[in-house]
């Protein structure tokens, strides 16, 4: 199991430390968020942060109306193989915080699809359609 970063400065200092790779992963299909409202999920433990020398996932918990859980990779960054030294560990302690966790999920490039371990299929399909104000 890999914990997340719980100590708020040091989390903060770490978050500092990896946000160019951050604000890469936001910037992919968005921004949805800057990189303060990240800080804030994270705080407000509505996202939780782990890192490694070359990588950082932000990962959350969804609710969803019928009950079912799910943990989502919302932003990975760095390099491939730092990330993916991360996963097991991480999807170790998701299930230890949610009993009841039905899923695993991640949106990004079809690419996440074949990088990422175990049984991960392709979900959802994801539109974009950019509209100048």
Known sequence: ???????LSEARLEFDRCRDWLWKSLCEFGPTHTLEQVWDRILYQRAFL????????????YYYPSGMRSFNYWLQGGTLAGCKKMHRGIEAWAADHEPDLGMYTGMGRRGWLK???GDWKEGYTTRIKRVSP
């Open 115 to 117: 990088a990422m371990h």
């Open 1 to 7: 199991m890999l914990e997340p970063i719980a100590n």
């Open 50 to 61: 782990w890192t490694a020398p070359k990588a950082v996932i932000v990962g959350e918990f």
